[in-house]
C-alpha cells in the first residue's frame, strides 16, 4: 500500500494494491474509489485532502508487514 500525496493539487492517493484500476465510482464529493477488472477496490483518490484529513500525523499500528519511509 502507497500512500501519495500531491501538494500542487491537494490531492491524497492511497494506491491498495499494483493492480490496474479499469472502473471509477465517485462516493462523495471528492472522493473516488477505484476498482480493478474484477471489481476490487484498487485504489481511493481523496481531493482537497488537507480539509478533509489530518494530514500531519500517520500512525501505523501492527501492520503485518515491514514499512518504508520516503520524504519529499
Partial sequence: MKLNYYPETDSLYIDLTEKSSTESK????????????????????????SKKLELKKLVLNKLPTDTESLSA
Fill in 26 to 49: 465517485e462516493v462523495s464529493e471528492g472522493i473516488v474509489l477505484d476498482y480493478d477488472a474484477d471489481g476490487n477496490l484498487v485504489g481511493i483518490d481523496i481531493d482537497n485532502a
